[in-house]
């Protein structure tokens, strides 16, 4: 038992599973991949901050999407980066569940976040004249607050579950850690840890899509009540945008979820987790800043600037 303990504080990670000549071409495209949503999502959160025009909730509130998904995929893919060109697939047991504690939160964020935005186009539509002392510069702080608040308080419960369990294996089965690796290092009954797993699971998408789905049912109904076209079309730019990520994460996330049952396809779990990462992350910044009028002309400025004076 001693040697067990002793060799189970340095855990081994499974490996991508891909050729040894794919191995720079996959590095270089991750590697591309990770800078360029760098980019995008810092570039937003920096024109967000520097334009006064755009210091309204809603952009602030998408601010805290793009810190998410910055935060998620850096906890990720530089490790993975460094493992492929270095072949190290060691990692000590606490960096494993620092990894696994804000890989779940980046999850559950991504849920909250957009919980509150979807509240703050329910205002801005259902309640346009109370909107401003609606949504106040306190609101926005407590709704973000409330947000990432949720999010650590749920998964800490989660990894501690995990966390006090002993380990009779060194063997990570994922190719980085989550919470369901922590567990399977052990050999102990999880039955806590499931039932727990799914209460967090259920709280977390039912809620989601509940307050997701009656705040665009009440939307729609309001938009068909009153027959305004300048409501219409205020609803089909601001709210657009925000259901499309909403969905894009669902769907990402229901796609990690299924192909955990199913073992046998290893290398597309995998690839499917390294998806539910990047492309969310990539789409976001780059959905909104379309979809709404305000931010799109702010890039779209910015971008001439540099055009010109180059």
Request: aromatic share 10%; with cysteine; net charge positive.
């Amino acid at each position: 038992m001693e040697n067990i303990s002793s060799v189970s504080d340095i855990l081994v990670l499974e490996e991508l599973d891909f050729s040894e000549s794919s191995t720079y071409p996959v590095f270089f495209t991750l590697l591309f991949v990770y800078i360029a949503l760098l980019i995008s999502n810092i570039g937003v959160v920096f024109i967000i901050i520097a334009e006064r025009s755009l210091h309204q909730p809603m952009y602030l509130l998408f601010c805290n999407l793009s810190v998410n998904d910055i935060f998620g995929n850096t906890i990720l893919l530089p490790h993975l980066l460094y493992d492929m060109v270095s072949k190290n697939r060691f990692m000590s047991y606490n960096a494993c569940v620092t990894q696994a504690f804000f890989t779940h939160t980046y999850g559950s964020a991504s849920h909250t976040i957009l919980i509150i935005m979807a509240i703050d186009r329910y205002v801005a539509i259902c309640n346009p004249l109370r909107y401003s002392a609606i949504m106040t510069a306190k609101t926005v702080v407590t709704l973000s607050v409330s947000a990432w608040a949720v999010s650590v308080v749920l998964v800490g419960v989660l990894v501690s579950l995990s966390v006090r369990l002993s380990r009779c294996t060194s063997v990570v089965p994922n190719f980085y850690c989550d919470n369901a690796s922590l567990f399977k290092l052990s050999c102990d009954d999880v039955s806590i840890n499931n039932i727990y797993g799914l209460f967090y699971t259920v709280v977390l998408l039912s809620s989601s899509m509940g307050i997701v789905a009656v705040t665009y049912i009440r939307i729609a109904i309001i938009c068909r009540t009153k027959k305004n076209a300048e409501l219409n079309s205020k609803a089909i730019q601001t709210c657009a945008s925000h259901l499309v990520l909403y969905l894009i994460m669902l769907l990402t996330g229901y796609i990690v979820i299924i192909m955990h049952r199913f073992p046998e396809h290893r290398f597309l779990r995998k690839l499917v987790a390294v998806l539910f990462h990047v492309v969310p992350a990539h789409l976001n910044p780059i959905i909104y800043g379309l979809q709404t009028k305000h931010l799109r002309l702010r890039i779209l400025q910015v971008f001439g600037k540099k055009i010109t004076h180059s």
